[in-house]
């Protein structure tokens, strides 16, 4: 039965070589399958051109009988069971290699020339005509793909059966609306759920529309059609003509039943329909490809279906009403119709404690005999007793606030939302309702929490801030990279959409056109409710207290940074945004873009910044000397990310982002460049030497146009890391430092003409141009270069060599102002020595005490008079 064409041709040659001019070919199995035999059959037919007569032959006629219309129609007859002929004898050699080399030789040289007969015959052939086949399905395969392959967390079989039950309540209610009759058994619509854990088994019950006998067979018996799915496409083309179309039916896939079998061996299912008063029983198993159906007179179900689950053993959890519960909350928490939990509780109630009640009254009959007076009888005395009550609990008391109009909720409602969803205890800084009707329809309610969580640092977390819902039934929050990029991730909220492309088992969000402009609704949206929030903050009039956006930004500034880098799109925008110090804030208050435009100098068309560790570190640097003096605002980058965000903004607006620690800086009107000119003219020569001096360490030494105090100062390239770049890169784990060669900006070394440093600079050189002192006075320049201008110091030993020698040679000058008070430092050391002179003493007295003990049979040769301490000394050591 597995014969293939390559083989069947050697039978040929074989056949050809021999002299037999026919043969049979016999099934062996009753089971082969028709198409098996249609694919022989047609090899068979093939036959012709090389001369054989061919005929197939089954092992019984029963069977000849059932595939002779197929080959018929392939052209090949099929005779009734009958012996098949004996070969004709041919004398060959007896042994297995005698025959091989007798037949091999023979049978490749036959088979070549048959192959190119084959081949030939094959083009000339009548193509034959086209048929049409449906497909087929391994039933047990499937099912067993179904229930293991489909889902990867069983915990959504409770999530796919309380939907088919909201499913048939939804049918219901469209059918009552038309037809009084369809609520004759009950108008009360509801879901009830009830574990039993000692029998191991969970009751999934509703009051819907209920299923006749071919309502069972057809959903239930046949794999992926889904009776939701024609119900609803009935409703619509009845709303076509004037009826109610059903919006809000889940069910679409037709596989969601057979969940259950993830935790369950066995499912039974009893339902009666609203127009049929017989209940039916439907059972199967799983691994079973068979299923039971039967009527069920016993059946208590008056209109509805009652699905019980028999659970597997290691599924014995989902019989705790706990975790039904919790299955409830996460996934069918928005469910438009009731459903009800049955529940164990413990009540406490107050009851009179006959014990300690009796006590009390002896007590009091006591007291008032002594006293003499008549007994009163005492209040009884309560106590709490706990008994366990079993009831009906709803489980789903929360409404989907997105379904309703924005303009009907109130801000209380929305907080009340997110603090139970999210499981925040603030209040959201702002929120944002919407709802995105057309070729795509979706509803959406976006918050912005009052506080960052805790994992915020770890940037590649995976957040989970974004609650994906297909028509109020919960499917995932794993989709934020696809629904909210990541610099949004602080973003909390729903989406509800029924056009989103899910796969059947609901946990892939499929690459789509409709995901894409999802995305980005939801990110247009959440950016205008930040700008809307940035507003608010503009206008206020007092710069005392911390409005919205500043809590914010403390807490997700960085965000809207990293968004600056990855969002191109929305660039401009989050820029917007930024909030940063600048020369011009005090305190803890930040500047914007816009707000620092606003404040530009006459004929400034640049945005100066400069990156340094803290906001003090930047106001001390000598690069903002000059600008700041000449009232310029200047930008200060104190995070690591800033710098990175303004190189790929480059740009707000028509205006350019500078960075005053590189060159090109020009800040000279037309009236100073002459003078500037000069100046650059006559200390060239005094350049050249501090160039000469310093070697490849600096790209060149120029005349600064940027210092205003201070003598000198590195300025990096242009295309080049910064000063505070290249700390930043050094500092990484995995920093390469060959890479970073070509990454470091190139140091030019300014010199400020003004300064009283170079003034001496100059004299040196001028005086000696080839002694020690200016070459030493231009290294020491460089090094303290470095340190001021955010680099290190290459050598920090020779460095502190230089300043140790000025030292030594009394050369620090007399107007040198240290950063503490001398006086305070004079008390300070005083008071250190005093306290040493007091351990001292101290030291001494033991150090004789333990010298008389061991020398105690010695008598006293004097008198030591101790020393008395005024009481108020705080130095007192015995005191302390």
Same mark, same amino acid.
């Given at each position: 039965?597995?014969?293939?064409?390559?083989?069947?041709?050697?039978?040929?040659? *074989?056949?050809?070589?021999?002299?037999?001019?026919?043969?049979?070919?016999?099934?062996?199995?009753?089971?082969?399958?028709?198409?098996?035999?249609?694919?022989?059959?047609?090899?068979?037919?093939?036959?012709?051109?090389?001369?054989?007569?061919?005929?197939?032959?089954?092992?019984?006629?029963?069977?000849?009988?059932?595939?002779?219309?197929?080959?018929?129609?392939?052209?090949?007859?099929?005779?009734?069971?009958?012996?098949?002929?004996? *070969?004709?004898?041919?004398?060959?050699?007896?042994?297995?290699?005698?025959?091989?080399?007798?037949?091999?030789?023979?049978?490749?040289?036959?088979?070549?020339?048959?192959?190119?007969?084959?081949?030939?015959?094959?083009?000339?052939?009548?193509?034959?005509?086209?048929?049409?086949?449906?497909?087929?399905?391994?039933?047990?395969?499937?099912?067993?793909?179904?229930?293991?392959?489909?889902?990867?967390?069983?915990?959504?079989?409770?999530?796919?059966?309380?939907?088919?039950?909201?499913?048939?309540?939804?049918?219901?209610?469209?059918?009552?609306?038309?037809?009084?009759?369809?609520?004759?058994?009950?108008?009360?619509?509801?879901?009830?759920?009830?574990?039993?854990?000692?029998?191991?088994?969970?009751?999934?019950?509703?009051?819907?529309?209920?299923?006749?006998?071919?309502?069972?067979?057809?959903?239930?018996?046949?794999?992926?059609?889904?009776?939701?799915?024609?119900?609803?496409?009935?409703?619509?083309?009845?709303?076509?003509?004037?009826?109610?179309?059903?919006?809000?039916?889940?069910?679409?896939?037709?596989?969601?039943?057979?969940?259950?079998?993830?935790?369950?061996?066995?499912?039974?299912?009893?339902?009666?329909?609203?127009?049929?008063?017989?209940?039916?029983?439907?059972?199967?198993?799983?691994?079973?490809?068979?299923?039971?159906?039967?009527?069920?007179?016993?059946?208590?179900?008056?209109?509805?279906?009652?699905?019980?689950?028999?659970?597997?053993?290691?599924?014995?959890?989902?019989?705790?009403?706990?975790?039904?519960? /919790?299955?409830?909350?996460?996934?069918?928490?928005?469910?438009?119709?009731?459903?009800?939990?049955?529940?164990?509780?413990?009540?406490?109630?107050?009851?009179?404690?006959?014990?300690?009640?009796?006590?009390?009254?002896?007590?009091?009959?006591?007291?008032?005999?002594?006293?003499?007076?008549?007994?009163?009888?005492?209040?009884?005395?309560?106590?709490?007793?706990?008994? %366990?009550?079993?009831?009906?609990?709803?489980?789903?008391?929360?409404?989907?606030?997105?379904?309703?109009?924005?303009?009907?909720?109130?801000?209380?409602?929305?907080? /009340?939302?997110?603090?139970?969803?999210?499981?925040?205890?603030?209040?959201?800084?702002?929120?944002?309702?919407?709802?995105?009707?057309?070729?795509?329809?979706?509803?959406?309610?976006?918050?912005?929490?009052?506080?960052?969580?805790?994992?915020?640092?770890?940037?590649?977390?995976?957040?989970?801030?974004?609650?994906?819902?297909?028509?109020?039934?919960?499917?995932?929050?794993?989709?934020?990279?696809?629904?909210?990029?990541?610099?949004?991730?602080?973003?909390?909220?729903?989406? %509800?959409?029924?056009?989103?492309?899910?796969?059947?088992?609901?946990?892939?969000?499929?690459?789509?056109?409709?995901?894409?402009?999802?995305?980005?609704?939801?990110?247009?949206?959440?950016?205008?409710?930040?700008?809307?929030?940035?507003?608010?903050?503009?206008?206020?009039?007092?710069?005392?207290?911390?409005?919205?956006?500043?809590?914010?930004?403390?807490?997700?500034?960085?965000?809207?940074?990293?968004?600056?880098?990855?969002?191109?799109?929305?660039?401009?925008?989050?820029?917007?945004?930024?909030?940063?110090?600048?020369?011009?804030?005090?305190?803890?208050?930040?500047?914007?873009?816009?707000?620092?435009?606003?404040?530009?100098?006459?004929?400034?068309?640049?945005?100066?910044?400069?990156?340094?560790?803290?906001?003090?570190?930047?106001?001390?640097?000598?690069?903002?000397?000059?600008?700041?003096?000449?009232?310029?605002?200047?930008?200060?980058?104190?995070?690591?990310?800033?710098?990175?965000?303004?190189?790929?903004?480059?740009?707000?607006?028509?205006?350019?982002?500078?960075?005053?620690?590189?060159?090109?800086?020009?800040?000279?009107?037309?009236?100073?460049?002459?003078?500037?000119?000069?100046?650059?003219?006559?200390?060239?020569?005094? *350049?050249?030497?501090?160039?000469?001096?310093?070697? /490849?360490?600096?790209?060149?030494?120029?005349?600064?146009?940027?210092?205003?105090?201070?003598?000198?100062?590195?300025?990096?390239?242009?295309?080049?890391?910064?000063?505070?770049?290249?700390?930043?890169?050094?500092?990484?784990?995995?920093? %390469?430092?060959?890479?970073?060669?070509?990454?470091?900006?190139?140091?030019?070394?300014?010199?400020?003409?003004?300064?009283?440093?170079?003034?001496?600079?100059?004299?040196?050189?001028?005086?000696?141009?080839?002694?020690?002192?200016?070459?030493?006075?231009?290294?020491?320049?460089?090094?303290?270069?470095?340190?001021?201008?955010?680099?290190?110091?290459?050598?920090?030993?020779?460095?502190?060599?230089?300043?140790?020698?000025?030292?030594?040679?009394?050369?620090?000058?007399?107007?040198?102002?240290?950063?503490?008070?001398?006086?305070?430092?004079?008390?300070?050391?005083?008071?250190?020595?005093?306290?040493?002179?007091?351990?001292?003493?101290?030291?001494?007295?033991?150090?004789?005490?333990?010298?008389?003990?061991?020398?105690?049979?010695?008598?006293?040769?004097?008198?030591?008079?101790?020393?008395?301490?005024?009481?108020?000394?705080?130095?007192?050591?015995?005191?302390?």
């Amino acid at each position: 039965t597995s014969v293939g064409q390559p083989n069947l041709l050697d039978l040929f040659c *074989c056949s050809k070589l021999l002299s037999v001019h026919s043969f049979s070919f016999k099934t062996i199995s009753q089971q082969m399958r028709t198409s098996t035999l249609g694919r022989l059959a047609k090899m068979l037919n093939r036959t012709a051109s090389m001369g054989l007569q061919c005929e197939m032959r089954a092992s019984c006629s029963g069977r000849a009988a059932m595939v002779a219309p197929q080959l018929t129609r392939r052209g090949l007859a099929v005779a009734a069971a009958t012996p098949v002929r004996q *070969c004709l004898p041919v004398q060959v050699p007896r042994s297995a290699a005698g025959a091989a080399s007798f037949l091999v030789p023979q049978i490749r040289s036959e088979r070549a020339r048959r192959q190119s007969t084959v081949a030939t015959a094959a083009a000339t052939e009548a193509p034959q005509a086209e048929e049409t086949f449906q497909y087929q399905a391994e039933v047990d395969r499937l099912m067993d793909m179904i229930v293991n392959s489909l889902y990867s967390n069983r915990d959504v079989f409770l999530r796919e059966l309380v939907s088919n039950a909201s499913d048939a309540l939804d049918k219901i209610r469209f059918l009552g609306l038309s037809d009084e009759k369809a609520l004759a058994a009950g108008s009360d619509l509801q879901i009830s759920i009830k574990a039993d854990p000692e029998a191991k088994t969970i009751t999934i019950e509703d009051t819907g529309v209920g299923m006749t006998r071919e309502d069972i067979l057809s959903s239930l018996g046949t794999i992926a059609r889904s009776g939701t799915a024609k119900f609803a496409q009935a409703m619509k083309d009845k709303a076509a003509s004037g009826g109610t179309d059903p919006d809000n039916l889940i069910g679409q896939f037709g596989v969601g039943f057979y969940s259950s079998f993830l935790v369950s061996d066995r499912v039974v299912v009893q339902s009666r329909s609203y127009n049929d008063s017989t209940a039916w029983r439907w059972e199967a198993s799983a691994g079973s490809h068979e299923f039971k159906v039967r009527e069920d007179p016993d059946a208590d179900v008056p209109r509805g279906t009652r699905v019980t689950l028999y659970l597997k053993e290691d599924a014995a959890e989902y019989a705790d009403q706990k975790k039904l519960g /919790e299955l409830i909350k996460q996934y069918s928490e928005f469910i438009a119709f009731p459903i009800k939990l049955w529940t164990k509780k413990t009540v406490y109630n107050d009851v009179e404690d006959t014990e300690a009640t009796a006590k009390a009254q002896e007590e009091a009959d006591k007291k008032a005999a002594e006293a003499g007076e008549e007994p009163k009888p005492v209040d009884p005395i309560k106590k709490s007793v706990g008994s %366990d009550v079993t009831e009906w609990a709803v489980q789903n008391d929360n409404q989907p606030l997105w379904t309703r109009n924005p303009r009907s909720v109130e801000t209380k409602e929305y907080d /009340e939302f997110f603090k139970l969803t999210f499981k925040e205890f603030l209040e959201p800084l702002a929120h944002t309702h919407f709802n995105v009707e057309g070729t795509i329809e979706f509803r959406s309610l976006l918050f912005v929490p009052g506080m960052a969580p805790f994992e915020q640092q770890d940037w590649m977390a995976k957040s989970r801030s974004i609650r994906l819902y297909v028509k109020r039934v919960f499917i995932s929050d794993e989709f934020d990279e696809a629904l909210m990029p990541k610099y949004l991730s602080f973003v909390k909220g729903v989406v %509800d959409s029924s056009d989103l492309p899910l796969n059947v088992s609901r946990e892939i969000l499929q690459e789509s056109r409709v995901v894409k402009v999802i995305r980005k609704q939801l990110v247009k949206r959440s950016l205008d409710m930040l700008k809307e929030m940035a507003e608010r903050t503009e206008k206020r009039s007092s710069q005392t207290k911390r409005d919205d956006y500043d809590i914010f930004w403390t807490n997700f500034g960085r965000n809207l940074k990293m968004g600056v880098i990855e969002d191109q799109a929305n660039r401009e925008t989050l820029a917007s945004l930024l909030r940063f110090s600048s020369s011009a804030t005090e305190g803890e208050n930040l500047t914007s873009f816009a707000k620092y435009i606003s404040g530009m100098k006459d004929g400034q068309e640049a945005i100066y910044y400069m990156a340094a560790d803290s906001k003090k570190a930047a106001e001390s640097a000598p690069f903002v000397e000059r600008l700041v003096a000449k009232g310029y605002e200047v930008v200060y980058l104190t995070e690591p990310i800033d710098e990175v965000v303004f190189t790929n903004l480059a740009k707000f607006q028509d205006h350019d982002l500078v960075d005053v620690t590189k060159e090109g800086l020009n800040l000279d009107g037309e009236d100073d460049k002459a003078k500037a000119e000069e100046v650059e003219k006559e200390l060239q020569p005094l *350049c050249d030497f501090v160039k000469a001096t310093l070697g /490849e360490r600096v790209e060149k030494v120029v005349i600064s146009r940027r210092l205003a105090e201070s003598p000198v100062a590195l300025v990096t390239s242009k295309f080049g890391w910064s000063a505070n770049m290249e700390r930043i890169m050094k500092n990484q784990t995995m920093s %390469d430092n060959r890479g970073m060669e070509y990454m470091k900006g190139r140091r030019i070394m300014e010199l400020n003409p003004d300064s009283p440093v170079i003034f001496s600079l100059r004299s040196q050189f001028e005086s000696a141009p080839a002694g020690p002192a200016a070459a030493a006075t231009a290294e020491l320049l460089y090094e303290t270069a470095l340190l001021t201008s955010g680099f290190d110091v290459e050598s920090p030993r020779d460095f502190a060599g230089r300043i140790y020698s000025l030292i030594a040679a009394g050369k620090v000058g007399d107007d040198f102002t240290p950063s503490v008070d001398t006086s305070e430092v004079a008390n300070r050391a005083a008071a250190m020595a005093k306290k040493r002179s007091n351990r001292e003493r101290v030291g001494a007295a033991v150090a004789a005490a333990a010298a008389r003990a061991e020398q105690p049979d010695e008598p006293a040769r004097e008198t030591v008079t101790p020393e008395v301490l005024p009481a108020s000394d705080g130095d007192d050591p015995w005191r302390k």
